[in-house]
C-alpha cells in the first residue's frame, strides 16, 4: 500500500462553503465547553469543572499573551520569525515516505515503551487489563478457557464467568485478550500495546497522506496522533482501546487507498475488511462505528459501477473471517455465537440502548447527553495537556474548514457514530482519560494539525497567524515541561497495591509452593459469595446494598449449608425490608459494607470488623502471579477448609497489610494447619443472624 499522496486537491478558497463543518464546530464547543450535566438534575456531572474551567482561562490568558507579545516583537527582531523554517523538514517527510514514517513510529515506539515501563511499571492496574491479561495468559497456554475447579469461589473475579465444574473464561471479547498473547509468550506482555500503537501510528501516516494533501499538515497530523498525551499514556497500558485503534487506523488507511483509485483494488479492501473485524473482536461497538460508513460507500460504488464489486465483496469477506473465529470461540466457551461473557454476568441491560443499567438506574437520553458532555470536557485536559483546552484547535479548524473531502466526510461521519452509540451506552468508564471514545483520536488529530494552516489561509501571515503560532510553541512547551511530567508523576503514585510485585514479596519471604489465602475485605468476601451461588452481579450489588452485612453473612451461611441452591436471589427478598434504614458502614475500612442501626452482632460478624481493620487487599491482581508456584485464593474463614485438604502438602499463608493504611503494601503471615482446623471446629457451622438492641 503506497503512502505518497493523491494528487493536490483544489485550495479551499475556491470551494463553496459547507454548512457541516461550522456545525460540527458548534457542537464540539458546546459540549466541550458548557458544564451541560451540571444543569441537568440527578444523574452523571462535573463536579470538577469551575476548577478546571479556572484553569482554562488563565492558561489560555498566558498563552495568548505570550504569543500576541511574541508576535508583535517579531516584526523588530526578524531572527524570532521564519515563514519557512520546516520547509526542509517537509520537503523530506513528502519525498521519503517510508523512511519519515519509520522515524516517527520508532521515536512514538520508544516513548511508548518508557510510559509503560516507567509510568506504569509494566503492570495492568486497571481491573479491564488485568481480567484481559488474566485470559491472554490462558489463551497463551492453549485452552480458550481454564477448568473451573470444585471450588471457583476462592479465585472468582468480577469480569470472569465461572461455573462449579465447568469453565472459566472473561467477559471481554476474544480479540483484546488475543492481542496480548505475543507479550505473554516472550515473558513481557507490557511490551504488546507500546507495539500495536507503533504499528496505529504507521497506519494513520498512511491514511494522513492521502487524507490530506499538504504534507506538512499530514505530518503534523501525525505527531499529534503519536504524541498526544492521552494516546501516550493509553499506549503504555494493556487497555484494549489500543489495538483497536491499530486495526480501525489499518482499515482507514487501507480505505483511503481504494477510494483514491478508480480500478478495483479487491487486496486492499479485502485488508481493510480484515482490520475492520478484527476490531469488532475487540470492541464491537467502536468497529461498527468505522464499518458502516465503509460498507457503506462499497455498496453505493458497487451499484454505480459493477467493476467495483469486486472490492465490496472482498470488504464483506475479510469482515466476516474475524467474526467467524470470535463467534466459535463464543460457541466453544459461552455456548452461543451470539452470547459474550458480558451478558452472563451482567444480563441484557448491560447492551446498548435507554433502559434499566445493571445497576438498576435508568439510562436514558438525557443521562446521554451527561455522559456525551463529559466526554468532551475530559478531552480539553487529557487530549493533549495543554493549559488552553485541548479541543480549542479541533473547533476552529472545523470553523474555518469550507468543505469536507471524501476522507474527511468518512472520518467525521465514523466520529459521529462512535459519540451517538455511546451516546445510548450507560457507563462512563473513566480511566486515563474518556476511554470510551477514545477513537475520536484520528479526527482530532488531522483537525489540530489544520488549524494553523487554516489561519493562515484566512488571515495570511500577519499578526493574528504568528500570535497563533506563537502561542501554539508556548502551549506545548508548558505542557512538556510541566503538565505532562505532572500528570506522569501523578500515575505513577496511584494504584500502589496493583503495582505490587506478588512474585518478588514471595521470593523475597521464602514464600515457595504455598497455598495463600488473600484477606479480602468482608464486603469482597460477601460479593464473591453471592456470585458463586449463580446470582447475578447486577443482583448480587442489589442484594448487597439492601441488606445489613451481617445479616447477609448470617444467610449466606444458611443456604451454603442447603444441598439445592436454584432461586438463591429469591432468599435475600425478606431481607430487604429494613434497606431504607441502612447506612455506608462506619465500623469497617471498606465503607461499602452496609450497616442497620441498632443492631447488636454476633461473634463472627464482629470478628469481621476486627479483620477488616487489621487490613485487608485485592485478590485479582495476584491471580497473575505465577512465581514460586504459590496458589492464592480468597480467604473465607473457616470455608478455607475446603482449599487446605485440597492441597494438603501446601504451607499455609495468610496475605494483608500490617494496617488498613492507604499504601500499605501486603506482607506474608506463616499460618499453622493445626491452629486453624482447631479455631475452625469451635465456630457453629453458621453465623447466629443480629439481634436489635434492647431500647
Known sequence: ????????????????????????????????????????PGGHSAPWYDVVANFWLSGTAIVVGVGAVLAIVS????????????????????????????????????????????????RPLFIDEITQLMQAQIYAGGELSRATGPHPEFFSSIFFVARAGGRTFSQFPAGGPAMLVPGVLVGAPWISNPVWAAIAVMAFAAFARRAEPRPGVAMAATIVFAFAPLALFMSGTHMNHVP?????????????????????????????GLALGCAATIRPVDALAFALPAGAWYLVRALRNPKRWPDALAAGAGVALPLAALFWINAQTTGS??????EILWGKSHALGFHAAPFGVAHTPARGVELINIYFLQFQTYLLETPVPSLVPVIAAFALTRRFNALDRYLVVSSALLTGLFFSFWHEGFYLGPRYVYLLLPVFALYTARFLPLVRERFGTGLPYRTAVFGAICAVLIAATMLVPARAHAYRQTLLTMRWNADSAARAARVD??????????????????????ITRPEAERIYRSVDACKLESRLDSLEHEPARSGAAEAFQSLFAD?????????????????????IYPPRCAARIREDR???????????????????AHDFGAHDSLLLREYPARPVYLLRPASPGVGDLPRFYALSRDSLFSAWRSEPATTEPPREAVR
Open 244 to 272: 483497536t485503534l491499530m486495526f480501525v487506523t489499518i482499515a482507514m488507511a487501507a480505505l483511503a487507498h481504494v477510494m483514491s483509485t478508480e480500478t478495483p483494488r479487491p487486496r486492499i479492501a479485502l485488508l481493510n
Open 614 to 632: 487489621e487490613g485487608f487487599t485485592l485478590l485479582t491482581p495476584l491471580l497473575l502471579a505465577h512465581g514460586g508456584e504459590n496458589i492464592y
Open 337 to 342: 455465537p451470539l452470547l459474550f461473557g458480558y
Open 513 to 534: 509452593h504455598a497455598l495463600v489465602l488473600v484477606r479480602t475485605s468482608w464486603g469482597t468476601q460477601i460479593m464473591t459469595r453471592l456470585w458463586t451461588l449463580g
Open 75 to 122: 516584526r523588530q527582531f526578524p531572527i524570532l520569525w521564519r515563514n519557512d523554517a520546516l520547509h526542509d523538514v517537509v520537503i523530506y517527510w513528502r519525498d521519503h515516505p517510508w523512511r519519515s514514517t519509520l522515524v516517527v513510529a520508532a521515536l512514538a515506539l520508544l516513548a511508548y515503551l518508557v510510559v509503560a515501563a516507567r509510568v506504569f511499571g509494566g
Open 579 to 599: 434497606s431504607a434504614r441502612l447506612l455506608n458502614s462506619h465500623l469497617s475500612p471498606d465503607t461499602t459494607e452496609r450497616v442497620q442501626p441498632g443492631l
Open 1 to 40: 500500500m503506497s503512502l505518497a499522496p493523491p494528487p493536490l486537491a483544489a485550495p479551499q478558497a475556491r470551494q463553496r462553503r459547507s454548512l457541516a463543518p461550522p456545525l460540527i464546530a458548534l457542537f464540539v464547543a458546546a459540549f466541550g465547553f458548557l458544564p451541560i450535566a451540571n444543569w441537568i
